[in-house]
């Protein structure tokens, strides 16, 4: 395999129906959407999409169904420049999104999986890690913890997107040298996001907690900080978080400075609210240049 990329992104992809709608609906109440966008979606799936729109290479370790929804995600995947070589395709549906976003920015979304499972942990098969950098999303346990482990005896940088807590999550937050975690799953975790950061600075040498508008807060070693949002008033949070993860292992693979990384990363996840969707919502290089190049 011929695979040799910055990032290689593990975990799940979807395909997202969008609904803008004026607000949630009520119990037995039917409500018109503004509008409709399908993309696709998943953490792992956008934040390799995003590292290649900042103008790096990556990959995509996942499941899709040989289904329309899988098809349309690997033309979306071939159109961005995502290596696909590690896509496992099945008779199992492609995981379906459908998210209801607010005027105000704010979101609820129904997953749907139906029998799909997660994929068997020899279902890649990879002699050597082929990144500088790995992301996981926690949603391929299976192969995520003998990839984590592999890479930790390369000494390559692991990153695990901690969206919420799960299975996966838990078995994989004290194997990657990176915890990058919502206020979600803190909150899930330990109740609170400065109880949280103490308890999981004891499993992973980096923890980040990021806290949408408020920013987000950090622990390296013994070293702590915090770092402010950038002022933008957001459209729709869907992706913010895929985003941030993505520019995060990005800036990872480039070798930059701690807290240029933190902003590099902070940018991308500010720019990505600006419109609707997720896919949609991932910066370009130039984009989110002017914004990086902004002081905080």
Same mark, same amino acid.
């Given at each position: 395999?011929?695979?040799?990329?910055? *990032?290689?992104?593990?975990?799940?992809?979807?395909?997202?129906?969008?609904?803008?709608?004026?607000?949630?609906?009520?119990?037995?109440?039917?409500?018109?959407?503004?509008?409709?966008?399908?993309?696709?979606?998943?953490?792992?799936?956008?934040?390799?999409?995003? *590292?290649?729109?900042?103008?790096?290479?990556?990959?995509?370790?996942?499941?899709?169904?040989?289904?329309?929804?899988?098809?349309?995600?690997?033309?979306?995947?071939?159109?961005?420049?995502? +290596?696909?070589?590690?896509?496992?395709?099945?008779?199992?549906?492609?995981?379906?999104?459908?998210?209801?976003?607010?005027?105000?920015?704010?979101?609820?979304?129904?997953?749907?999986?139906?029998?799909?499972?997660?994929?068997?942990?020899?279902?890649?098969?990879?002699?050597?890690?082929?990144?500088?950098?790995?992301?996981?999303?926690?949603?391929?346990?299976?192969?995520?913890?003998?990839?984590?482990?592999?890479?930790?005896?390369?000494?390559?940088?692991?990153?695990?997107?901690?969206?919420?807590?799960?299975?996966?999550?838990?078995?994989?937050?004290?194997?990657?040298?990176?915890?990058?975690?919502?206020?979600?799953?803190? +909150?899930?975790?330990?109740?609170?996001?400065?109880?949280?950061?103490?308890?999981?600075?004891?499993?992973?040498?980096?923890?980040?907690?990021?806290?949408?508008?408020?920013?987000?807060?950090?622990?390296?070693? +013994?070293?702590?900080?915090?770092?402010?949002?950038?002022?933008?008033?957001?459209?729709?949070?869907?992706?913010?978080?895929?985003?941030?993860?993505?520019?995060?292992?990005?800036?990872?693979?480039?070798?930059?400075?701690?807290?240029?990384?933190?902003?590099?990363?902070?940018?991308?996840?500010?720019?990505?609210?600006?419109?609707?969707?997720?896919?949609?919502?991932?910066?370009?290089?130039?984009?989110?240049?002017?914004?990086?190049?902004?002081?905080?």
């Amino acid at each position: 395999m011929t695979i040799n990329v910055d *990032v290689l992104c593990v975990g799940h992809a979807s395909y997202d129906l969008i609904f803008s709608v004026s607000r949630q609906p009520d119990a037995d109440e039917k409500i018109v959407a503004d509008s409709l966008l399908s993309c696709g979606g998943g953490p792992a799936a956008n934040a390799a999409v995003c *590292v290649a729109k900042l103008g790096l290479t990556s990959a995509f370790a996942g499941y899709l169904g040989r289904d329309l929804y899988g098809d349309q995600h690997l033309q979306e995947f071939d159109a961005y420049g995502v +290596n696909t070589e590690l896509v496992m395709r099945g008779d199992a549906p492609t995981p379906l999104s459908a998210i209801l976003v607010k005027p105000d920015g704010k979101r609820c979304l129904i997953n749907y999986k139906g029998d799909t499972q997660a994929l068997s942990a020899d279902a890649l098969n990879l002699t050597e890690i082929p990144a500088k950098v790995v992301l996981f999303d926690g949603h391929e346990p299976l192969i995520s913890l003998p990839l984590a482990e592999k890479a930790r005896q390369a000494n390559i940088p692991t990153v695990l997107d901690a969206g919420s807590v799960h299975e996966g999550t838990l078995a994989l937050m004290n194997r990657v040298d990176y915890l990058v975690c919502s206020e979600k799953f803190a +909150n899930q975790y330990a109740g609170d996001e400065r109880n949280a950061l103490s308890r999981l600075a004891i499993l992973a040498p980096v923890v980040v907690i990021t806290l949408g508008e408020r920013g987000l807060i950090w622990q390296r070693g +013994n070293q702590q900080g915090a770092l402010s949002a950038y002022p933008l008033t957001a459209l729709d949070t869907t992706g913010a978080g895929d985003a941030f993860h993505g520019a995060f292992c990005a800036a990872l693979a480039a070798g930059m400075e701690w807290q240029s990384l933190l902003r590099y990363a902070s940018a991308a996840g500010a720019l990505c609210c600006l419109q609707m969707g997720a896919r949609l919502g991932l910066p370009g290089r130039e984009e989110h240049g002017r914004l990086f190049n902004q002081a905080l």
